[in-house]
């Protein structure tokens, strides 16, 4: 006799090899998955699967039937059926499913390392029951919860936190999104989707599968949100926040991924777009010691922050980040532009490198926290500052902070510093700045910085009005059509030195404006 494994699919089961088993309900009398008209009588049917070591489940009498005798192996379950009370499955048993659905029907299954068999298709009706126990699975899928992907007329919110709930009680693991989703709704007044510890949110491909949200999702909604969750991590798919939904004016609070407190978050190959808010909003934060990643997205056209992150110690790299900070309505129109980068960081020991950033009301804020590292970026016509670090956000302790080779252009300032604490430093920076009375670099207050190389082109290279540290800028160019260096009143300690400059107009190389002292030029 050939080698006969059994598969299932969504139509039929197969056995490999040459031997074709289809599986049918006892009321079809063509007995043919295919149409070929083949036959099979049942009860021969079912000796040939206990003789493959699968037991046939068709009622919910024998489901219970096995559960009694503690029948371990593979269960091949063809019929709809629902449990009449909470049950606890033999340990290692192996769930095969055929155009069927277990209906929990209010009751509790519980699985003993448990195995599930099945397509793309529904096989749960969780009806408020619940999930406990173990399950050994790879992959979960908002399809066996009832999700129907490639229909843009059906909500897959409940689907979609059944599939969450079942992977927060089996302790994690991946929820496997395949094709496009709609969510339509939210649940209370809260979130569209939550999402729980030790949990993956894995797509195939960032332009290959959607979650789009739907006309009827209140504004204020975030589309996925985690509340004090640690070891998250999202990848590989698009969030649409459906720009035809926009017909409000201000800020509501909506997210496409809204992560309050936990730790170590991982988000990669993400394509958020047309948020009302952020597209990722990591917040409260209170404890040190967390991780964060955020590689390869593509954030475009949300209302707020692209990435807005309090989580100490993050890496934000290979990002593209474009024309955040406006209110997208429907029909084209711009709301009042508000006070928000395209990567917003308010926390410690954060590192953004190697990210395109353009056409945000600003580009990078560092605020509140040190040892930040603004490395390797390009940042194109943000329309305020392109790296604001410490602006009206800024609290204590935003020291040593290093932005480095970075490329800046078309905007009024290219690196704005309001209220800087010690250690800043600026090095080797391509800065070139637009418009009138502009500057390379805008120094209203530090406490000391150090500006080491680079090139600073705009009305002025460098305009300095507030310090109460030494400023150090040694071997930069100063490429400014008006002033190479600009000192205000009341400014000391200012040292230039082995600089180069070709100021356009040939006014001032260097401008020491009223009572400035202790500055020293060579």
């Known amino acids: ?13 197969v056995a490999e090899d040459t031997d074709i088993i289809y599986i049918v309900r006892p009321s079809d009398t063509s007995a043919d998955a295919s149409g070929t008209g083949f036959k099979m009588n049942r009860s021969a049917f079912r000796t040939d699967l206990e003789d493959l070591g699968i037991k046939h489940i068709q009622t919910i009498a024998e489901f219970n039937s096995l559960v009694t005798g503690a029948t371990a192996g593979k269960w091949l379950i063809s019929s709809d059926i629902s449990l009449t ?58 399809e066996w ?16 936190n059944d599939s969450m709930n079942f992977t927060n009680v089996i302790g994690g693991g991946t929820v496997k999104l395949t094709g496009s989703y709609l969510l339509d709704s939210r649940l209370g007044s809260g979130y569209a989707v939550e999402v729980f510890s030790n949990t993956t949110v894995k797509g195939n491909g960032m332009f290959d599968t959607l979650v789009k949200v739907g006309d009827n999702l209140p504004a204020d909604t975030p589309v996925f949100l985690s509340n004090s969750a640690s070891n998250l991590q999202y990848s590989d798919f698009e969030i649409d926040g459906n720009k035809a939904r926009h017909s409000s004016t201000g800020q509501p609070e909506d997210e496409g991924i809204d992560i309050k407190g936990g730790s170590n978050v991982r988000i990669y190959n993400m394509y958020i777009h047309d948020m009302y808010a952020d597209a990722i909003d990591l917040d409260q934060i209170s404890s040190v010691g967390n991780t964060v990643f955020i590689d390869s997205c593509l954030l475009k056209d949300n209302g707020g922050f692209g990435i807005h992150n309090n989580y100490d110690k993050s890496l934000i790299s290979n990002c593209t980040v474009i024309n955040n900070g406006h209110i997208r309505f429907a029909n084209g ?21 190697n990210c395109l950033i353009e056409d945000n009301i600003k580009g990078i804020s560092v605020t509140l926290g040190g040892n930040a590292k603004v490395i390797g970026n390009t940042l194109n016509n943000n329309t305020d500052e392109n790296i604001s ?8 302790g935003s020291s040593d902070t290093i932005i480095s080779n970075n490329i800046c252009q078309g905007t009024l ?18 800065i070139v700045s637009q418009g009138t009375s502009n500057a390379g670099v805008f120094v209203e207050n530090t406490d ?9 082109e705009g009305f002025y290279s460098i305009l300095i009005t507030g310090s109460s540290g030494e400023i150090v800028i040694d071997g930069s160019k100063f490429l400014g059509t008006q002033t190479g260096v600009r000192v205000e009143t009341g400014v000391s300690n200012v040292n230039i030195i082995n600089c180069y400059d070709n100021v356009s107009s040939g006014v001032n190389a260097v401008d020491l404006r009223g009572l400035v002292s202790d500055c020293i030029i060579s």
């Open 413 to 430: 300032y290219g690196v704005r510093i309001i209220e800087s604490q010690k250690g800043l430093l600026l090095s080797d920076n391509i």
């Open 389 to 396: 670090v410490g602006s009206i956000f800024l609290g204590t």
């Open 448 to 456: 000391g910085m150090n500006i080491k190389g680079g090139s600073y």
């Open 85 to 142: 009370a909470s049950k606890t499955l033999p340990t290692g048993v192996e769930l095969s499913f055929n155009n069927s659905t277990l209906d929990l029907n209010g009751f509790t299954l519980t699985g003993t390392n448990t195995k599930i068999d099945a397509g793309l298709t529904q096989i749960f009706s969780v009806n408020g029951g619940t999930f406990a126990g173990t399950f050994e699975l790879k992959e979960i899928y908002p």
């Open 333 to 353: 129109v711009d709301d009042t532009k508000f006070d928000i980068a395209g990567i917003d960081i308010r926390n410690s020991n954060s590192t953004i490198i």
């Open 1 to 13: 006799m050939a080698d006969q494994r059994l598969t299932t699919r969504p139509d039929k089961a």
């Open 145 to 160: 919860f009832g999700a129907k992907s490639g229909d843009d007329t059906v909500d897959d919110r409940v689907s979609f």
